[in-house]
């Protein structure tokens, strides 16, 4: 249970901070780059509701900032090999799929693509493509993480990321009155 009656500790006062198992890590670490950047993307997805309050899409934002809370935990949670006094919250395979089942439902009523989006057409759209691509970061640190031999990373983590930016660019074409309102990119336009 998550306990808050103080916001401000001082601990971090010196640029480290705690990791949810214990110890302290320093704040530019890897590790809490990778799930202060998952927390980034939860609070872009905040913004984009502002915009789809309301809409089919809202129930499915709304859950997924709380796996993103989820994921930030298990980011959180270093594994040391001892015992916790607590169950480790982990990403599952479960949420992973239903991501992919939400991306079919959604990509099913979408025209064809056949070149690039640009970021934008609607407000939803435009800023489903900020939180897309600041996913996109955030998969990139928790994959480099991952990659250090003295950290461990589940595969659902990086599999979660990698579902979750594609369901936000499928997303993004969704409240683009599905496609009709892309904006496409044009090779060579200006030259």
């Known amino acids: 249970m998550v306990v808050l009656n103080r916001i401000y500790t001082r601990t971090g006062d010196t640029g480290s901070t705690a990791l949810a198992a214990g110890g302290r890590r320093p704040k530019y670490d890897l590790r809490i780059e990778a799930y202060g950047t998952v927390d980034e993307t939860n609070a872009c997805l905040g913004v984009v509701r502002l915009h789809t309050a309301g809409q089919p899409l809202d129930p ?25 006094p607590y169950a480790a919250l982990r990403i599952t395979q479960s949420q992973v799929d239903r991501l992919e089942a939400e991306i079919d439902l959604m990509n099913a009523e979408l025209s064809t693509l056949r070149s690039f989006v640009l970021p934008g057409g609607t407000p939803a759209a435009a800023t489903l493509h900020v939180a897309r691509t600041v996913c996109r970061r955030a998969e990139r640190l928790v994959v480099a993480l991952a990659e250090k031999t003295d950290e461990i990373v589940s595969g659902e983590a990086v599999r979660y990321l990698n579902r979750l930016s594609d369901l936000l660019f499928v997303a993004s074409r969704f409240v683009n009155d599905k496609g009709a309102l892309d904006v496409l990119w044009v090779p060579g336009q200006n030259r």
């Open 60 to 84: 499915i934002l709304s859950r997924i900032q709380n796996d993103l809370f989820d994921l930030g935990s298990d980011l959180a949670t270093v594994e040391t090999g001892k015992p916790l």
